[in-house]
RNA sequence: GGGUGGUUAGCUCAGCUGGGAGAGCGACGGCCUUACAAGCCGUAGGUCACAGGUUCGAUCCCUGUACCACCCACCA
């Protein structure tokens, strides 16, 4: 074995293993296994076309770890990988490379155009799914799926047919979030409202009659080309005379009506408010209320339109809003301006300013399927973990708005809907079956909607639509309903929810009885990972590592500003003076859990990774000193004896095991990772290994406690290995490989063997009592050799005194590792009227560790450090002894509390006591 | 405007339904001790954001305040 721990010589080659020997299959059928024993995970498809960032590769940690644990208990485990078609992303990729190459999606036409796509798809699909196998993730790749395979595809017409006969699915013309770049609508969920810097114009809008004007405040100056009326609110007495008037609108010829309503906001800007019935969501409501006619003065790419006056026409709206200004201004109807902070609304991809725009679209009638999807979780049939997510996903389910999922798109699913040319609507799996059903002739020409469904429709069919519904398959009846959904809180709204409502609804049951809700992972610094700021890491950077140059050249391609490349550059020089080195997978995967504390976002700190590695590292050389000192050796003899050392990290591996165990039953990898590392490194290698050694060297010691050490030394790190493997795959499997014979375990993997369970018959309080008994001394002794700078070569010769007889048979018990550890030439147990030689003082319990000071240790030093001590258990003794003298509380608190107060107490005084003598003795030299 | 989470050592975070705080990294001192210098040994760091309250006792429970982050919402 190399000295050093070399991730890149194992990591793809076990990969390779594992999926080709089909490791990652579910193991039986539900008649050979049961069907309560399965266990399920639905991977959140990534887009197709995407690559790995470190929200997926936290994620992907979190579910393989799952797995590979639920794998290794036995259960009938699947993890259901695959991708998304992502609508609006990947089409605005290929669009952009179809720029690049100067031409445009419409000149291509629709098929080219889809044919396109679907070549990008082949070409860049493979990325991401290439970079999860990098992750060591073990979903079941002979099930990979894809949203727009056949069987998806088939799943999706199939709910969108029976929702619409269901009368749940309608088509309803109404405003809608427009996107005047990509042409299409999108749903709520897809606009970001940002804050924005801005000015509130405040115009004078004078009465038709010529009595005088309103004033009215506007921050969109532009859309009052299409305003239908001023409102004012009714109470409010400064306008009560001017309900009922008509206002003559500037710079149109028409004249609209002041209406009152109270919506409006009487202490708002002047108020007086112009309604825009079909440019903005309020003001459509009003116009409702008090009918109002509709105008529409935008074309689909926002720029003005035919109802605007003739000077207007085909001014982009930006434009247009400039001009309007200044036509007003001209007009002398500006009475001032101001600057104003307001919320506008931007579409999540494209940044694009969305405009509410008046369209017919398709709408899922989301309030309907949302009550069951209410119940389930307010019955407990789906838990969020952390349970606060609930409150979320509630008030939202509580107020759902109708689902627009039609988006005037080209990739995705076409919605199966024809119209005939009285555009009657007819809805069939296929144009063949809608003909057949409605008894429409072949001389009848029907033409299919254009549009299609938004990429959230098929996702939210990912549970039941990958187990090969609306076909019955055995799948659907072993994994569905799947036992946790992994996610990031950002698309509870987006997916969970929706996914929730559908399959209630399809399947009358949940899609999964646990929501796992992971934090965002951002910088070290808290900040969130963005293109644009230039602090993006990429997960597979950390694996393999990357040089300076390269990673510079990453952060800043394809920046616009130079400025901005530069200061990003500056940045990541001084973050990555030397690059990224690399750290391999286990490194990264255990980093992500030792993070992944519930409910809150993570900050990716290289700091932690380093030190992850660094325990890569110290497990594989844990494991070269156990093969070292037992492969020559036959570990199979039953004639073995086990030390007081043996039979103590047994013991701490029990309670590591239950540790473990009870920390993934909660989710909370961070506790988990941390019980494993502390036992791994603290114990097992700090302590266990030292503790091995004057067995294994000793040249008298008795064969069978030998055996019994090499045994256990084999057999420990042989389940601690088990014990990480869902955690760390690569590094426990190749230790595993080379220790499994010696471990007498047999297999051909460690992911398929026993997941560790703790034998609490095998917690032996005796040992863990004794081996704390020597770690005091040999701390004690440390420690005076640390503070008083004696050289760790130097060997000492100590003396116990005042000890009990337990400590005599102990002394007797331990004494080479005593020796060993602490580095000790000779004990010598002191009676009672001994001389002791002039020491340093050590306690253990009653008993006193004495290291001689002649010639080695400075007698005013030695005060120091005793004085030091005093101090400290004076503090202990003096707060114990306030609380037990407080009558309220020896009366009031529990007796076991009192009892172990007083215990404490008992043992700093006669700690301070002992101190006390000693210093009067170095005090009296 | 409503809601959620956070505030603990220099940094990143734990702290198990209340018995006066822990880890990793970093810092400091000493070690090339035959598994590991990506290591070993030792040491020093905290009025647990602030103010009240409940309690014999509060980092933990309650109320309020401040600051940070995020989510939702129709203020032109």
């Known amino acids: 074995m190399d000295k050093t721990y070399q991730p890149q010589a194992i990591e793809s080659r076990l990969y390779q293993q594992w999926e080709e020997n089909g490791y990652f299959a579910p193991a039986g059928s539900a008649a050979t296994r049961g069907e309560d024993s399965a266990y399920c995970i639905m991977i959140p498809p990534p887009n197709v076309t995407g690559s790995l960032h470190m929200g997926h590769g936290f994620q992907e940690t979190i579910m393989d770890t799952l797995i590979r644990y639920h794998r290794m208990q036995g259960y009938n485990t699947l993890w259901q990988p695959g991708t998304d078609h992502a609508g609006i992303a990947t089409q605005m990729v290929v669009e952009r490379q179809l720029e690049a190459a100067s031409t445009s999606r419409k000149e291509l036409g629709r098929d080219k155009f ?6 990008w798809k082949e070409q860049s699909g493979g990325t991401i799914t290439r970079q999860l196998r990098r992750m060591g993730a073990s979903p079941d790749w002979s099930r990979e799926r894809f949203t727009m395979d056949d069987g998806l595809s088939n799943a999706v017409q199939e709910v969108f047919v029976r929702l619409y006969e269901e009368a749940l699915i309608y088509r309803g013309t109404r405003l809608v979030n427009w996107d005047p770049k990509l042409h299409t609508a999108v749903s709520d969920l897809e606009v970001e409202q940002e804050e924005e810097n801005g000015s509130l114009w405040h115009y004078k809008y004078p009465l038709a009659d010529g009595s005088g ?3 009215v405040a506007t921050t969109r100056p532009e ?3 299409g305003d239908m009326a001023v409102a004012v609110h009714p109470d409010d007495e400064r306008y009560k005379s001017f309900i009922g008037k008509d206002i003559a609108l500037p710079l149109t010829e028409r004249t609209i009506p002041v209406i009152a309503d109270d919506y409006v906001d009487m202490e708002f800007g002047t108020g007086c408010v112009k309604i825009t019935p079909a440019h903005d969501f309020n003001d459509y409501e009003m116009g409702q209320r008090h009918n109002l006619p509709l105008m529409n003065i935008f074309t689909e790419d926002a720029t003005l339109n035919d109802n605007a006056p003739q000077q207007y026409r085909g001014m982009d709206r930006f434009a247009a809003r400039k001009q309007i200004v200044k036509d007003l201004e001209a007009l002398d109807l500006l009475e001032k301006v101001e600057p104003h902070k307001l919320k506008v609304p931007r579409g999540d991809r494209t940044k694009e300013v969305i405009e509410p725009f008046l369209t017919e679209q398709w709408y899922v009638d989301a309030k309907t399927l949302a009550k069951p999807a209410i119940a389930a979780v307010e019955n407990g049939d789906i838990n969020f973990v952390p ?7 509630f008030a939202w389910m509580r107020d759902i708005q109708d689902w627009c999922i039609s988006r005037q798109l080209w990739w995705g699913h076409r919605i199966p809907a024809w119209y005939d040319s009285e555009n009657t609507i007819y809805v069939g799996r296929s144009e063949a079956e809608v003909r057949e059903k409605n008894n429409l002739g072949a001389d009848i020409e029907l033409r299919q909607d254009e549009d299609v469904l938004d990429t959230w429709f098929s996702s939210a069919l990912w549970t039941f639509s990958t187990l090969g519904w609306p076909d019955d398959t055995p799948e659907q009846k072993i994994f569905h309903p799947s036992s946790v959904l992994v996610t990031g809180f950002d698309i509870i709204f987006f997916w969970v929810a929706r996914m929730i409502m559908m399959t209630l609804h399809f399947k009358q049951e949940v899609p999964f009885h646990t929501v796992y809700v992971h934090g965002l992972v951002r910088d070290s610094h808290g900040q969130k990972m963005s293109k644009s700021k230039g602090n993006v890491l990429d997960p597979i950077d950390l694996i393999d590592g990357i040089e300076l140059d390269p990673l510079i050249e990453k952060r800043t391609s394809g920046m616009m500003q130079p400025q901005q490349k530069e200061k990003i550059t500056k940045q990541t020089k001084k973050e990555f003076p030397d690059g990224i080195n690399a750290y391999g997978t286990d490194a990264l995967r255990f980093t992500y859990l030792s993070l992944a504390s519930t409910g809150r976002d993570i900050k990716f700190d290289v700091g932690r990774i380093e030190g992850f590695r660094n325990f890569c590292n110290k497990i594989w050389n844990a494991a070269r000193y156990v093969l070292m000192n037992s492969e020559e050796f036959d570990l199979s003899g039953d004639n073995y004896e ?5 039979r103590w990290i047994i013991s701490r591996l029990q309670e590591t095991e239950t540790a473990v165990a009870d920390a993934v039953a ?6 988990a990772s941390q019980a494993i590392y502390e036992f791994f490194w603290n114990e097992y290698c700090d302590w266990y290994l030292e503790l091995s050694k004057p067995v294994l060297w000793a040249e008298d010691a008795s064969p069978e406690l030998q055996l019994g050490t090499r045994r256990t030394l084999v057999r420990v790190l042989e389940a601690a290995l088990r014990l990480l493997h869902p955690m760390m795959p690569f590094i426990t499997e190749e230790i595993w490989q080379r220790i499994k014979g010696l471990a007498g375990a047999e297999g051909e993997t460690i992911m ?14 005796e040992a863990i009592d004794a081996i704390e008994w020597l770690k005091r001394i040999i701390i004690g002794v440390r420690n005076i050799r640390g503070e008083m700078d004696i050289s760790p070569k130097k060997h000492l010769a100590v003396f116990f005194k005042n000890g009990s007889p337990e400590d005599q048979s102990r002394l007797d018990d331990n004494e080479p590792f005593l020796k060993k550890l602490a580095n000790i030439e000779s004990i010598t147990w002191l009676n ?3 001389e002791a030689p002039m020491s340093a003082t050590a306690l253990a319990g009653e008993m006193e560790v004495l290291v001689p000071m002649a010639g080695l240790i400075d007698t005013e030093a030695e005060k120091a450090r005793i004085n030091k001590e005093i101090d400290k258990q004076g503090k202990e003794v003096k707060r114990l002894s306030g609380k037990l003298g407080n009558e309220k509380f020896v009366s009031n608190a529990p007796t076991d509390v009192v009892e172990k107060e007083k215990a404490k107490l008992a043992e700093a005084e006669s700690a301070l006591q002992k101190l006390q003598e000693q210093l009067d003795k170095l005090s009296a030299l």
């Open 114 to 119: 889809i044919e396109k796509v679907w070549e």
């Open 832 to 834: 009672e009227g001994d």
């Open 642 to 646: 086990l030390s007081l050392a043996d």
């Open 213 to 215: 004007h309103l004033t």
């Open 387 to 393: 349970k606060q997510w609930e409150n979320t996903y």
């Open 666 to 671: 909660q989710y909370r990898f961070d506790l």
């Open 752 to 765: 398929l063997q026993a997941f560790p369970c703790a034998d609490n018959s095998k917690v032996d309080a």
């Open 223 to 225: 859309t009052m080309l």
